[in-house]
């Protein structure tokens, strides 16, 4: 018997956790309908302490701890299950930890760098990061202390995640991005669009909005949904079964040189936004990246980005209609506009740890999730579902009288219980990561598809494993993680990382947001020590720079900040599915 899940999704979170559940809590109650699952489409921003806050790729001046730690010590519970893919303003070294996926904090989960789930009998996509020419086909060089360019590298997506996504093979129902994909525009009401951000005009004349990475697994994909954020406005567009929206294929993305495996310099383009480095980090241009102009700046300044992140780069070519005009967009809004919060950064008031969520001891997983279900061993070919069109959906950050939290009812065939809700690992993806694993690159040298995947000769022509090996995957893992039926992820959480006192309030920069005199709200604070470690070891502005049972001349007690911490959820994953964790345990 088929029911109806009630999702909310969410646009960029940016930290604002407890405003973003009171006004999904307050639409519940609006539509009387139980929310069974949240999906927030990147810049999540999992800090836990000022460790996190450095790391965070972002211009020093809007760097605040947050309300993220509260969920993370569990003095607050998430009352609706969250699921999240990263953006490009993240805390990388935490999101690095579970690169697999994982637990950030009870009931909030984290799809890893790219990743297939499921819910409620829904099978979820995701892929972290967003789109940069010059670190795409690079593997996971970065190592701590991230300093410099590699605290951005950290969100700029990868070859090795869009090699990974494309060897699925049965249907997705959504997909969560960061990222837009490259012409989803010319699928909705462009003319709309350019009026909201009119500085979006250049790059959709040229076709240059968007990743083209999501557009060429888009193409391949046809999930029932696409949900995105990144670009701080709401949009809505249906690509159609017939319809092409990616023609190049796999080696028109890659902007390496293939004879010589180095990356082109990148040349200085008057529209490309790049986040300011901090000061222990450099100039732009010695990190061979564009600069801002005055009035990009400004614009970053205001909240009015122009498409963040998005520089001329090297993009398929593709012969498509020109932008609509007069169609009219598919729109999916299903209740009414958005209420203003009171102040898109004030603490939410409401008592989110005392919403009923139940936190079960994995002893009981395979009680309750073997429903003598057996994973099935053959496959298909191609996912997408034959006159299957895709709903894409992107929506705005949360501040007041934007268009950032929208509700979907997504039909789901398989007959769950509220009880039953859980995530649930992917039989599938989990064949696909023990298929990948062995050829994860690990230094700045480009990614090349292994030998045994085979370009297709279909447009576009992708790399593709043989059906054969990835059905020798998908058998071991039915034989030895899914004997028992479905199996959920396992409820593992535990901090390991040291924060901060409850009390202490968002706001707080502990000395990082020199730009503007120690963050909002709060003194003229300074980092204390020389060179790039000054924020190592600084201490907060104001009357809240030093808390209760804390050291002069640190934040608050633990391991130096340059370090990713080991975790558990990371080690009991491969070790379920037969892999090595190649990016946590190795020597740095």
């Known amino acids: 018997m088929s029911r109806k899940l009630v999702i909310a999704i969410e646009g960029c979170c940016h930290g604002e956790l407890d405003n973003i559940y009171k006004q999904l809590l307050d639409r519940q109650k609006r539509i009387k ?7 927030i489409c990147g810049d999540f921003q999992a800090i836990r302490n000022v460790t996190d806050l450095a790391c965070m790729s972002c211009p020093d001046k809007y760097k605040q701890i947050g309300g993220f730690y ?3 010590m569990g003095q607050r519970v998430a009352p609706v299950p969250t699921i999240f893919v990263g953006g490009n303003h993240e805390a990388g070294n935490h999101l690095r930890e579970l690169y697999y996926g994982g637990w950030v904090a009870p009931n909030i989960y984290y ?37 410099g360019h590699s605290r951005a590298s950290l969100h700029h997506a990868r070859a090795y995640e869009a090699f990974k996504m494309l060897q699925i093979r049965q249907p997705l129902d959504i997909v969560v991005s960061h990222d837009w994909p490259q012409y989803i525009e010319r699928h909705g009401n462009t003319d709309e669009l350019v009026r909201k951000k009119p500085f979006f005009k250049a790059e959709v004349d ?22 995105s954020a990144h670009l701080h406005v709401r949009f809505t567009a249906q690509v159609q079964s017939q319809n092409s929206i990616f023609g190049g294929g796999w080696d028109s993305i890659s902007p390496y040189d293939k004879s010589e495996g180095v990356a082109p310099v990148s040349e200085n383009n008057k529209d490309e936004i790049v986040m300011a480095l901090s000061s222990d980090e450099g100039s732009p241009s010695e990190h061979g990246l564009p600069t801002r102009s005055a009035d990009q700046e400004k614009c970053l300044a205001t909240n009015n980005e122009p498409s963040a992140d998005h520089s001329t780069q090297r993009r398929p070519a593709l012969n498509l209609p020109p932008p609509k005009n007069d169609t009219e967009a598919l729109y999916v809004h299903l209740d009414e506009p958005e209420q203003e919060i009171e102040a898109a950064n004030a603490t939410s008031t409401i008592e989110l740890a005392e919403v009923d969520v139940e936190f079960k001891d994995d002893h009981q997983k395979a009680e309750e999730a073997s429903d003598s279900i057996k994973t099935q061993t053959l496959i298909a070919t191609d996912p997408r579902i034959p006159g299957r069109s895709t709903n894409f959906l992107a929506l ?26 859980r995530i649930e690992y992917d039989p599938e993806w989990l064949a696909i990561l023990r298929l990948c694993n062995e050829h994860m690159p690990l230094d700045e040298s480009p990614f090349h598809p292994p ?31 899914f004997s028992g039926g479905r199996v959920a992820v396992p409820l593992n959480f535990a901090p390991i990382a040291p924060a901060p006192p409850p009390d202490t309030p968002d706001h707080v920069s502990f000395g990082l947001a020199r730009d503007r005199g120690g963050g909002r709200g709060g003194g003229g604070g300074r980092g204390r020590g020389g060179g790039g470690h000054g924020h190592d070891r600084g201490r907060g502005g104001g009357s809240h720079g030093q808390h209760r049972g804390q050291r002069a001349d640190a934040p608050w007690p633990g ?3 340059d370090v990713i911490y080991p975790n558990t959820q990371t080690e009991v994953f491969c070790k379920m599915i037969g892999i090595q964790d190649h990016l946590t345990q190795r020597r740095h």
Do not use: H
């Not at 045994?452 to 893992?477: G, H």
């Open 111 to 147: 799809m890893g760098g790219s990743g297939v789930i499921k819910f409620g009998g829904l099978r979820i996509g995701g892929i972290s990061g967003i789109f940069k020419d010059f670190d795409y086909a690079k593997g996971y060089y970065e190592r701590p202390p991230f300093r």
């Open 33 to 39: 309908k139980k929310i069974d699952l949240l999906l």
């Open 396 to 421: 705005d950050k949360c501040l007041p009288r934007r268009q950032f939290l929208e509700i979907v009812e997504i039909e789901t065939e398989a007959n769950i219980s509220n009880r039953q809700l």
């Open 70 to 72: 509260r969920y993370y």
């Open 206 to 227: 040229r076709g240059e909005l968007g990743s083209p990475v999501n557009s060429m697994l888009l193409e391949r994909l046809r999930p029932s949904w696409w949900f």
């Open 559 to 561: 391991p130096r900040p």
């Open 451 to 481: 030998a045994a995947a085979v370009m297709t000769d279909t447009t576009p022509r992708l790399p593709l494993f043989p059906d054969e090996l990835v059905s020798r995957e998908l058998r071991w893992v039915s034989e030895n993680v």
